[in-house]
């Protein structure tokens, strides 16, 4: 290859020599530069070339800008090969300018710093416990307890408990100690693994075992925006500070730990991941945030993500797990998860990610694009039950997982409103704030303190500060029924709206109100669940109108998994001492990983499948009713939608038997790219077929169907591949509102052998009298499809909006 040495002195340069490194320093900005995208027929010789050769041959295009190889060595910060062809470096602008100009170069530009965060909710409200991990592994509808477990055994069973199988896992790194992640009684690492244990502080490439068999991590792009790690913060080395890593690595392949027990002896039992005995590969590129206290939380820098990927897909990962997002819907052409993770597709790794903690509002998801399956969060049927008891016999209903206890004994009752020192602003009246208490007024009672205001876990501290005894915590009209609690350091509970109402009676309406909180108590089976969280990101998809997202819900509230060992449950670490080896975290990040889980199981009994057959498979398996037989449903109580919850609430037993599947390649994808228009953005030099060629975009082979601004009638094009009976037949069933309706050409679909393939057109016409709105935002209305035969239904969701 021919560079061109074409020196030209930029403007730094002419400045005096003296001041000459410090301006170098502040012009520099990291720059990505792209060398001619990787394509469909980049040959697998091209792919594995020497990571050093290509490291030097990125340097070069540095040399002929930098002063010195050093200096060139030094800017390089990344090399990427398997998600995309080209590196990442600190350039001025006008060495950019320059590369930009050099042979083979298809474009630079600058990288915008994207910063992506960990998908967990308020980790303050974070809470430590010990037990029994997914009790809801199976079905929820139709089978008796007892055969969901067997029907789940089963599935592990033959799925071999996802031994041959690797889940990728880009987060915030791992705790290797933990008994979670032992290697005990497994086989050697499986022989395609190629990647590397990375030593570093407080982690040496000895750490690796059976069990974890890879670990990285990224600090290139991190270091580059905020200079070096506070190594107070976090460990520079694939070792987990925060803990969240940690957390969703034992979620997907987390070995089982019996009689582990609880921080105040709560929830005991067995904790397991999903896929137990397979192998791990840390990919650490979460970061804390510089300068914070580290429970603020977390950042991951886009070079620094897109360089975890393309490391992992060239390692040999089978699933890639990613609880990360950016914090609003970010575009195809700056979303490296979304650039990585097609590429992935090529190699049939199954990339699965959080949807984002942005509800209940509608339309911010994270990782919206048609090859990721998109991951929701709802509830289990679990809750740990506090009830309070008021004298006079009423019981109100509470939730707590503190470990600390009151005797049954009655304490004064008061608002926090009532009991605060004189002087306060009324619009800090009532949520418990720092230093807000009389102690003369607190002593020795229970106060009702209102969320809203202030972190939860301060309250409590306040309650303890000015002598309380007790404290409820209770939710504002706004935040209705969906309650957090956490390991609180005096006994509490909290309340949902409704009955912060009723205790605000009982106090008024009582001459000395008294009351004392029952012990936590975990209770399973609980009605109706799953439901879904309220925090868990909506659609609709507004990066990508044609693709109906999330995907599918898993569960994501009070998930129990491995923790640090070194970290308090609430993790205020200069307050909680208390050291927790599991630990009870909300949040998409927990729903992800229960579905890397199922996709490792999916893999392991079907290894044939492609990662867009896996996906379809959990899709059109997923369940849409509840324990108690009614529809799925939304934290306000209405039914949910396919909005909130995709497809439903993901089922690995029958996701293993889906029927048909809805297949496509790295090459549909490709195309799909181009039926949107945005190839570029995914560095592929890809020659898109002429327009009449091209297919819609609603053509792409989906499980899901959305179609935008529908008028009149529209037909799409789709094609089931037969994995059930070799001989089966199937029928075609659908409903929708009243807005449009939903037929198939044809409508019966007779196979007579495994891996037929059978297309049908499937048309949806828009009724007389479907609301205009033109001008607001798209209003969609809802539907779905099934082909149905003996044992199976296949069922996609259609999502429609009109003009
Ligand atoms: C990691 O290993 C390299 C090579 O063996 C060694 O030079 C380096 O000091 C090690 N780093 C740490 C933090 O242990
Ligand atoms: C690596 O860590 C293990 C466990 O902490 C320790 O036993 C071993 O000596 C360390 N190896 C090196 C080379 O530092
Ligand atoms: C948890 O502990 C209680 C009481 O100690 C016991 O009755 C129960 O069987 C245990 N549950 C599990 C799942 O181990
Ligand atoms: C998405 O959610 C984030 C965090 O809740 C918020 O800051 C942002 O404004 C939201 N964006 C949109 C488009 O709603
Ligand atoms: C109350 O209002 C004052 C003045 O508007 C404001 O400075 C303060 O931050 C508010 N306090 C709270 C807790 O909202
Ligand atoms: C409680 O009593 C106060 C006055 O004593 C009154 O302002 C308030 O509206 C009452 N609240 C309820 C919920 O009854
Ligand atoms: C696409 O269009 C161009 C110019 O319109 C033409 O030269 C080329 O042959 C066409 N390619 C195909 C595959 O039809
Ligand atoms: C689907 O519709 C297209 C035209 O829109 C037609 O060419 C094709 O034959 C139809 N396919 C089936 C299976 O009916």
């Given at each position: 290859?021919?560079?061109?040495?074409?020196?030209?002195?930029?403007?730094?340069?002419?400045?005096?020599?003296?001041?000459?490194?410090?301006?170098?320093?502040?012009?520099?900005?990291?720059?990505?530069?792209?060398?001619?995208?990787?394509?469909?027929?980049?040959?697998?010789?091209?792919?594995?070339?020497?990571?050093?050769?290509?490291?030097?041959?990125?340097?070069?295009?540095?040399?002929?800008?930098?002063?010195?190889?050093?200096?060139?060595?030094?800017?390089?910060?990344?090399?990427?090969?398997?998600?995309?062809?080209?590196?990442?470096?600190?350039?001025?602008?006008?060495?950019?300018?320059?590369?930009?100009?050099?042979?083979?170069?298809?474009?630079?530009?600058?990288?915008?710093?994207?910063?992506?965060?960990?998908?967990?909710?308020?980790?303050?409200?974070?809470?430590?416990?010990?037990?029994?991990?997914?009790?809801?592994?199976?079905?929820?509808?139709?089978?008796?307890?007892?055969?969901?477990?067997k029907n789940g055994q089963d599935l592990l069973c033959r799925a071999n408990y996802g031994q041959n199988l690797i889940v990728g896992m880009i987060d915030s790194g791992v705790w290797p100690e933990s008994k979670s992640f032992s290697d005990e009684g497994m086989e050697p690492v499986p022989q395609k693994w190629r990647g590397i244990c990375q030593n570093g502080t407080a982690f040496n490439?000895?750490?690796?075992?059976?069990?974890?068999?890879?670990?990285?991590?990224?600090?290139?792009?991190?270091?580059?925006?905020?200079?070096?790690?506070?190594?107070?913060?976090?460990?520079?080395?694939?070792?987990?500070?925060?803990?969240?890593?940690?957390?969703?690595?034992?979620?997907?392949?987390?070995?089982?730990?019996?009689?582990?027990?609880?921080?105040?002896?709560?929830?005991?039992?067995?904790?397991?991941?999903?896929?137990?005995?397979?192998?791990?590969?840390?990919?650490?590129?979460?970061?804390?945030?510089?300068?914070?206290?580290?429970?603020?939380?977390?950042?991951?820098?886009?070079?620094?993500?897109?360089?975890?990927?393309?490391?992992?897909?060239?390692?040999?990962?089978?699933?890639?797990?990613?609880?990360?997002?950016?914090?609003?819907?970010?575009?195809?052409?700056?979303?490296?998860?979304?650039?990585?993770?097609?590429?992935?597709?090529?190699?049939?790794?199954?990339?699965?990610?959080?949807?984002?903690?942005?509800?209940?509002?509608?339309?911010?998801?994270?990782?919206?694009?048609?090859?990721?399956?998109?991951?929701?969060?709802?509830?289990?049927?679990?809750?740990?039950?506090?009830?309070?008891?008021?004298?006079?016999?009423?019981?109100?209903?509470?939730?707590?997982?503190?470990?600390?206890?009151?005797?049954?004994?009655?304490?004064?009752?008061?608002?926090?409103?009532?009991?605060?020192?004189?002087?306060?602003?009324?619009?800090?009246?009532?949520?418990?704030?720092?230093?807000?208490?009389?102690?003369?007024?607190?002593?020795?009672?229970?106060?009702?303190c209102m969320r809203g205001e202030g972190e939860n876990i301060r309250k409590g501290l306040e309650v303890e500060r000015a002598g309380g005894v007790g404290f409820i915590l209770g939710n504002n009209e706004q935040l209705g029924n969906t309650l957090y609690y956490a390991a609180y350091f005096i006994p509490s509970t909290v309340v949902t709206y409704q009955n912060v109402l009723k205790l605000?009676?009982?106090?008024?309406?009582?001459?000395?109100?008294?009351?004392?909180?029952?012990?936590?108590?975990?209770?399973?089976?609980?009605?109706?669940?799953?439901?879904?969280?309220?925090?868990?990101?909506?659609?609709?998809?507004?990066?990508?109108?044609?693709?109906?997202?999330?995907?599918?819900?898993?569960?994501?509230?009070?998930?129990?998994?491995?923790?640090?060992?070194?970290?308090?449950?609430?993790?205020?670490?200069?307050?909680?001492?208390?050291?927790?080896?599991?630990?009870?975290?909300?949040?998409?990040?927990?729903?992800?990983?229960?579905?890397?889980?199922?996709?490792?199981?999916?893999?392991?009994?079907?290894?044939?499948?492609?990662?867009?057959?896996?996906?379809?498979?959990?899709?059109?398996?997923?369940?849409?009713?509840?324990?108690?037989?009614?529809?799925?449903?939304?934290?306000?109580?209405?039914?949910?939608?396919?909005?909130?919850?995709?497809?439903?609430?993901?089922?690995?037993?029958?996701?293993?038997?889906?029927?048909?599947?809805?297949?496509?390649?790295?090459?549909?994808?490709?195309?799909?790219?181009?039926?949107?228009?945005?190839?570029?953005?995914?560095?592929?030099?890809?020659?898109?077929?002429?327009?009449?060629?091209?297919?819609?975009?609603?053509?792409?082979?989906?499980?899901?169907?959305?179609?935008?601004?529908?008028?009149?009638?529209?037909?799409?094009?789709?094609?089931?591949?037969?994995?059930?009976?070799?001989?089966?037949?199937?029928?075609?069933?659908?409903?929708?509102?009243?807005?449009?309706?939903?037929?198939?050409?044809?409508?019966?679909?007779?196979?007579?052998?495994?891996?037929?393939?059978?297309?049908?057109?499937?048309?949806?016409?828009?009724?007389?009298?479907?609301?205009?709105?033109?001008?607001?935002?798209?209003?969609?209305?809802?539907?779905?499809?099934?082909?149905?035969?003996?044992?199976?239904?296949?069922?996609?969701?259609?999502?429609?909006?009109?003009?």
């Amino acid at each position: 290859m021919i560079l061109m040495k074409n020196i030209i002195f930029t403007t730094c340069l002419l400045l005096l020599l003296s001041t000459l490194a410090s301006c170098t320093k502040l012009t520099n900005q990291i720059y990505i530069v792209e060398l001619g995208g990787l394509d469909e027929t980049q040959t697998q010789r091209e792919l594995h070339h020497d990571e050093e050769e290509i490291e030097n041959v990125h340097r070069s295009y540095l040399s002929s800008v930098k002063e010195s190889e050093e200096e060139a060595k030094a800017s390089l910060l990344y090399s990427y090969r398997h998600s995309m062809k080209g590196f990442a470096a600190l350039l001025s602008r006008e060495e950019a300018k320059e590369v930009s100009e050099m042979e083979g170069v298809v474009r630079v530009h600058k990288s915008k710093g994207m910063m992506y965060s960990l998908h967990t909710t308020r980790s303050w409200e974070f809470v430590g416990l010990e037990g029994p991990l997914n009790p809801n592994w199976a079905d929820y509808e139709e089978l008796s307890s007892h055969q969901k477990i067997k029907n789940g055994q089963d599935l592990l069973c033959r799925a071999n408990y996802g031994q041959n199988l690797i889940v990728g896992m880009i987060d915030s790194g791992v705790w290797p100690e933990s008994k979670s992640f032992s290697d005990e009684g497994m086989e050697p690492v499986p022989q395609k693994w190629r990647g590397i244990c990375q030593n570093g502080t407080a982690f040496n490439s000895s750490q690796c075992n059976r069990k974890i068999i890879g670990a990285r991590y990224y600090l290139q792009g991190y270091e580059s925006q905020y200079g070096p790690l506070n190594e107070e913060e976090d460990y520079k080395s694939a070792r987990d500070k925060d803990g969240h890593g940690t957390h969703t690595a034992s979620i997907v392949a987390g070995r089982a730990v019996p009689s582990a027990s609880a921080i105040g002896g709560f929830a005991n039992g067995t904790a397991s991941g999903g896929a137990p005995m397979a192998r791990i590969a840390i990919y650490k590129a979460c970061w804390p945030i510089k300068g914070q206290s580290k429970h603020k939380g977390n950042v991951c820098i886009d070079i620094d993500l897109l360089k975890a990927m393309d490391d992992a897909i060239g390692d040999g990962v089978d699933v890639l797990s990613a609880s990360i997002g950016y914090k609003t819907p970010i575009p195809y052409k700056d979303d490296v998860i979304g650039r990585a993770a097609l590429h992935a597709t090529r190699k049939n790794i199954v990339v699965v990610c959080s949807a984002g903690n942005n509800g209940p509002l509608p339309s911010n998801l994270s990782n919206i694009a048609p090859w990721i399956i998109t991951v929701g969060a709802s509830t289990v049927d679990r809750s740990f039950v506090a009830p309070i008891m008021l004298q006079g016999g009423t019981i109100i209903e509470g939730r707590s997982i503190t470990p600390v206890h009151m005797p049954n004994s009655f304490y004064p009752l008061v608002l926090a409103s009532q009991v605060e020192l004189p002087g306060l602003p009324t619009n800090a009246s009532g949520f418990c704030l720092d230093n807000s208490l009389d102690p003369k007024k607190v002593k020795g009672k229970i106060v009702v303190c209102m969320r809203g205001e202030g972190e939860n876990i301060r309250k409590g501290l306040e309650v303890e500060r000015a002598g309380g005894v007790g404290f409820i915590l209770g939710n504002n009209e706004q935040l209705g029924n969906t309650l957090y609690y956490a390991a609180y350091f005096i006994p509490s509970t909290v309340v949902t709206y409704q009955n912060v109402l009723k205790l605000i009676q009982y106090i008024n309406s009582s001459s000395n109100p008294m009351a004392y909180i029952l012990p936590g108590t975990t209770v399973l089976n609980t009605r109706p669940a799953p439901l879904l969280a309220s925090f868990s990101s909506r659609g609709p998809n507004i990066i990508d109108p044609n693709i109906l997202k999330p995907d599918i819900v898993a569960p994501g509230v009070d998930i129990l998994a491995a923790w640090t060992a070194e970290d308090g449950p609430t993790k205020v670490t200069n307050i909680d001492k208390r050291v927790v080896k599991y630990n009870i975290l909300s949040g998409t990040s927990m729903a992800c990983p229960h579905v890397s889980a199922a996709a490792i199981l999916l893999k392991a009994i079907h290894p044939t499948w492609t990662s867009a057959a896996i996906r379809s498979a959990l899709i059109t398996t997923a369940g849409t009713t509840d324990n108690t037989g009614n529809p799925l449903t939304d934290t306000n109580g209405d039914p949910a939608t396919p909005f909130a919850i995709g497809a439903g609430h993901f089922n690995p037993v029958k996701a293993a038997d889906p029927g048909l599947v809805y297949d496509a390649s790295y090459m549909d994808y490709l195309l799909y790219t181009c039926s949107i228009g945005a190839t570029q953005y995914f560095q592929v030099t890809y020659k898109c077929p002429n327009s009449t060629s091209l297919p819609e975009p609603t053509d792409l082979n989906h499980p899901s169907i959305q179609i935008h601004r529908l008028k009149g009638t529209k037909n799409i094009k789709r094609t089931v591949t037969n994995v059930g009976k070799s001989t089966s037949v199937y029928t075609f069933t659908a409903k929708s509102s009243e807005e449009f309706s939903i037929t198939a050409t044809p409508n019966i679909l007779a196979f007579n052998h495994v891996g037929q393939k059978i297309s049908f057109n499937i048309t949806v016409t828009a009724k007389m009298g479907q609301i205009s709105n033109k001008d607001g935002p798209a209003r969609y209305y809802f539907g779905w499809y099934a082909w149905t035969n003996k044992n199976h239904v296949v069922r996609s969701q259609v999502a429609v909006s009109f003009t």
